[in-house]
């Protein structure tokens, strides 16, 4: 019991996704024409999207209409995790008189909800008197450029081009047609081409080859459908197969042959024996005969595509885009997506975007797209998504430019742009943790080491760091200019004013030297009379004031050794060194020994004193 | 009379500056707050407040430039972190701001050159900025010019031991104030503060551009013209740009 329930469990786990992804459920209504006579047949098709595979139509107003024929048929398709259910049913009706009709609206009930379609106006004419033919056209695709292939004139000689008349011996009718939904095409447009092999008899064993497309891209759209049609009263068994043809270049393009190879059940008589005309002959027997059913290559007009604007890629058809962001607002290294699909009819797998380049914002990864194909009967559909992976790397808001899609629709005959959305992104500033992995180069470390890869700015400074001025105050500046300047300035005004000092005493030096001789020269004039002691000391100053003055020094109180050393040091020549140094020593001995016999006349002792000066001024 | 004004002025003055000191803490604190809720332009506003007041402080710039950071303003906020590199270039939280801006900015900070190892050097280490090589030059000169003079007025020669240092001292300072001199009043750098600056060929807005700048380049304003500035590139190209596309430092 248990298991059994986890088993429900797990299956009801695994499916949920799914059912809750199917499709919205829809009904489709179509007839392959609304005007025909008695004698011909319609063509209704109910197409039931979405819902369980039981779901059935409700069709009233059946009265007018005898069902000749019909087929069903069931698609169970999963694209991208939806899950779309299509269930077809392909009626062959035929009216019972003339008048205008309505078909429907034709109902479905499908999970408790009805759906229902649009009635269709259907008109039926009194028959002709020549039998029409007219070969199965196709049911009218939306959107495209009805067929300009002429209708063929009635009559059995008259088929559809390329198929050869059948054997008068057969029963029915088995032939091929090959048709284009347009002969005239621009290069890349969609052209449907279809190919229906038509049995009035049984077919064993039968091959198709289909053409090869050589100028063609092609794609199948519907492998094989099967219903019966009413041609000139006789029923055929209708196999269709339709494939979008999208031409690669321009020019006479022709599709190809198609060709069928098959059994044919044909019956036949003997002939009486011994030509009795009584004998009323053997029962006849049937027999299988191997055919070929051949369709000609169709021919198709493929024009160049007018000159193109720049951006286009290549696309032709009828589309639309759309984009989508995931996420408008995120953090520094986180990712948002980018979503552009692109949906339309047409050769939606040729769509391309131009590439979304990084910016100094966002650092762009393109993915691969995904294409989703839709084949109908109206052709090849379905979209093309694109996604692109965006890594924020800067903070700040920032804006996704828009994409611009350029295609070509063949029916307005002209070029569309198609533009995405402008996305306006914030990125805040804010990095999530991570782990930087190096190369593994060892780094210098120490002083010398870089500064570590920041993930994103330091933290604030705290209020208290912040309320004190680093800045000096004008008058603050001032004093501190004063201060630098002022220190060398009041050096060098120091050292100016000392040389100016020494300077001023060497001149006031060399002066007094200059004029020692005339001074002493001066103060002999002035000496009083040798008698006395007064007079010696007179004589001795004079002598000791000119060496003073002189040779600038206090020579008041030298004594003779001390006058005779200075003047050698001077390098006064010996002999006037002699003469002074006896000179002192005389006037001390007179002045103080009281000799003073053996003075000399007054006159001679100035002069020799002038003399002596003279020749010390000399040598200095 | 003269005794009580001279009281009056006195209460006054004592009670002045802890209120304004009380206000411009509240300052500092809303804008922090308003930082931290992600207000950015509202913290820009308070800390604009403190600098309407006089505060001249390299620390207060470096919130405003994390904030202008935050709000996607890389012009504005390298501008604000090298003013704040001017006034406290020792801060390796400042240095690391920038570095890490430039890096954002796609610059290569360590380009290799013939001086890469001596530029490994944190020289900045030993970094002062205009007022501190003022103040200490000044101080240092004085003492060295004291010296001297005392030894010359006592008449015997300074001691070596006090003067080489001293010289060295003021050497250095004396360095880093003609460098800071240099960049306050000669450099006349600036910041590219706008996305996609043209940079035209004469000051003029219907001027054919020579080249886009973009947000965070570094200029040097060579001369002005009404609203335009002549400005010179990294790279040696000139032209002039509008005044309000750049900030200067």
Request: proline letters at 7%; charged letters at 20%; glycine letters at 8%.
């Given at each position: 019991?248990q ?10 786990f ?7 992804q ?10 392959d024409r609304?005007?025909?006579t ?7 098709s ?32 999963i694209?991208?995790g ?5 269930k077809?049913f ?6 019972r ?7 429907g609206?034709?109902k ?6 009805t759906?229902?379609s ?22 009218p ?24 008349p059948?054997?008068s011996?057969d029963?029915g ?12 095409a ?7 081409f ?5 049995s ?13 497309f ?6 199948e ?6 219903y019966?049609?009413d041609?000139e ?6 196999n ?19 060709s069928?190879k098959?059994?044919?059940s044909s019956i036949?008589?003997?002939?009486p ?9 053997f ?5 299988m005969?191997?055919?070929t ?5 169709v021919t ?7 000159p ?9 058809g009828?589309f639309k ?41 966002f ?8 294409l989703?194909?839709?084949k ?16 924020a ?5 920032t ?10 629709n ?5 070029y ?12 805040q ?8 992995v ?9 002083m010398?080491?870089?500064?570590p890869?920041?993930l994103?700015?330091?933290e ?35 050292g ?28 002999l ?22 060496i003073?003055d ?5 020579g ?8 005779e050393?200075l003047?050698?040091?001077k390098?006064i020549?010996?002999?006037?060194v002699?003469r ?6 005389q ?11 053996n003075?000399?006349p007054?006159?001679e ?5 002038t003399?002596?000066?003279r ?5 200095a | 009379?003269?005794?009580s004004?001279l ?6 003055l004592?009670?002045?500056p802890?209120?304004?000191a ?10 922090q707050k ?25 620390h207060?710039y ?8 935050r ?10 972190l090298?003013?704040?590199?001017r ?23 360590n ?6 190892t ?14 501190q090589?003022?103040?200490a030059?000044?101080?240092l000169?004085a003492l060295?010019f ?12 300074a ?5 080489w ?8 300072t004396g ?12 450099s ?10 043209p940079?035209l ?16 380049d570094?200029?040097n ?5 009404g609203?335009y500035?002549?400005v010179k590139?990294?790279?040696?190209k ?7 596309q750049?900030?200067?430092i």
């Amino acid at each position: 019991m248990q298991s059994s329930l986890k088993t429900i469990f797990i299956a009801l786990f695994v499916i949920w996704p799914f059912v809750l992804q199917a499709e919205t459920p829809s009904i489709e209504v179509r007839v392959d024409r609304d005007t025909l006579t008695t004698r011909e047949t319609l063509n209704l098709s109910i197409v039931i999207k979405g819902g369980s595979a039981l779901s059935t139509p409700d069709i009233p107003n059946r009265g007018n209409f005898d069902v000749v024929g019909q087929s069903t048929g069931n698609a169970i398709e999963i694209i991208n995790g939806q899950m779309s259910v299509t269930k077809s049913f392909d009626y062959v009706l035929k009216p019972r008189g003339k008048g205008n009709f309505t078909i429907g609206p034709i109902k479905a009930h499908i999970e408790g909800t009805t759906y229902s379609s649009s009635p269709i106006k259907v008109t039926v004419l009194e028959d002709d008197q020549k039998p029409t033919y007219q070969p199965a056209i196709p049911p009218p695709i939306q959107g495209q450029r009805p067929t300009t292939q002429p209708p063929p004139p009635p009559g059995w000689s008259d088929h559809p081009s390329g198929v050869s008349p059948p054997s008068s011996q057969d029963r029915g009718l088995t032939f091929l047609t090959a048709q284009v939904d347009k002969n005239e095409a621009y290069v890349g447009e969609q052209i449907l081409f279809t190919f229906r092999l038509y049995s009035g008899v049984s077919l064993a064993n039968a091959q198709l080859s289909l053409p090869d497309f050589k100028e063609f891209i092609s794609e199948e759209l519907i492998k094989e459908r099967k219903y019966q049609v009413d041609l000139e009263g006789k029923r055929y068994a209708v196999n269709e197969w339709r494939i979008a043809l999208f031409s690669t270049k321009a020019g006479k393009l022709a599709t190809g042959p198609s060709s069928v190879k098959a059994s044919v059940s044909s019956i036949f008589s003997r002939r009486p024996p011994f030509n009795d005309p009584f004998y009323r002959g053997f029962p006849r027997t049937q027999r299988m005969v191997p055919k070929t059913f051949t369709a000609p290559s169709v021919t198709i007009e493929v024009k160049n595509l007018p000159p193109a604007p720049q951006g286009f890629l290549g696309l032709v058809g009828n589309f639309k885009i759309s984009s989508h962001l995931t996420q408008d607002v995120l953090n520094l290294g986180d990712t948002t997506n980018l979503e552009v699909e692109v949906s339309g009819t047409g050769n939606i797998n040729e769509a391309n975007l131009p590439p979304l380049a990084s910016t100094p914002f966002f650092k762009v990864y393109p993915g691969n797209p995904s294409l989703d194909l839709r084949k109908s009967l109206q052709g090849l559909s379905g979209k093309k998504k694109f996604t692109y992976a965006l890594v924020a790397d800067r903070p700040g808001e920032t804006t996704i430019p828009s994409m611009n899609l350029y295609y070509f629709n063949p029916q307005l005959e002209k070029y569309e742009k198609l533009s995405t959305t402008q996305e306006t992104v914030r990125i805040q500033g804010r990095r999530r943790q991570e782990k930087l992995v190096t190369a593994g180069i060892d780094e210098p470390g120490g002083m010398f080491a870089p500064p570590p890869r920041a993930l994103d700015l330091r933290e604030l400074k705290p209020p208290s760091d912040i309320l004190f001025s680093q800045a000096l105050a004008p008058w603050e500046a001032l004093l501190w200019w004063i201060l630098l300047l002022g220190s060398p300035v009041t050096y060098l005004g120091f050292g100016i004013w000392e040389k100016g000092k020494k300077r001023a005493l060497a001149q006031a030096d060399d002066k007094k030297r200059s004029k020692a001789f005339k001074r002493a020269k001066v103060a002999l004039g002035q000496t009083l009379k040798v008698d006395g002691g007064g007079g010696f000391s007179q004589f001795t100053g004079v002598l000791k004031g000119y060496i003073s003055d002189r040779f600038l020094i206090k020579g008041a109180a030298l004594t003779p050794l001390e006058v005779e050393r200075l003047l050698q040091s001077k390098r006064i020549p010996e002999e006037v060194v002699r003469r002074m140094v006896y000179l002192l020593e005389q006037l001390d001995s007179w002045k103080y020994g009281g000799m003073k016999n053996n003075l000399p006349p007054e006159t001679e002792l100035k002069t020799e004193i002038t003399n002596l000066l003279r020749e010390i001024e000399k040598a200095a | 009379m003269k005794k009580s004004i001279l009281f009056i002025l006195f209460c006054f003055l004592s009670f002045l500056p802890p209120v304004w000191a009380e206000t411009t803490g509240e300052m500092a604190l809303q804008a922090q707050k308003n930082y931290e809720n992600k207000d950015y332009r509202q913290a820009l506003l308070g800390w604009d407040s403190l600098r309407s007041l006089g505060i001249i402080n390299g620390h207060l710039y470096y919130n405003v430039a994390n904030a202008y950071w935050r709000l996607g303003e890389v012009g504005q906020a390298l501008r604000y972190l090298l003013k704040a590199k001017r006034l406290d270039p020792r801060d390796s939280d400042i240095r690391a701001n920038i570095f890490f801006i430039e890096e954002q900015l796609g610059e290569a900070p360590n380009k290799e050159d013939v001086l890469v190892t001596f530029k490994k050097i944190p020289w900045y280490k030993l970094s002062i900025n205009f007022f501190q090589s003022l103040k200490a030059t000044a101080i240092l000169s004085a003492l060295l010019f004291g010296l001297f003079l005392f030894s010359k007025i006592k008449g015997g020669k300074a001691p070596r031991k006090w003067i080489w240092p001293l010289v060295l001292l003021v050497t250095f300072t004396g360095i880093q104030l003609i460098l800071r001199i240099n960049e306050t009043y000669f450099s006349n750098q600036a910041v590219v503060i706008k996305r996609a600056v043209p940079l035209l060929s004469v000051p003029s807005a219907q001027s054919p551009a020579r080249e886009e700048l973009k947000e965070g380049d570094l200029l040097n304003v060579r001369k002005k013209q009404g609203n335009y500035r002549l400005v010179k590139t990294g790279s040696g190209k000139e032209g002039w740009v509008q005044a309000e596309q750049i900030g200067s430092i």
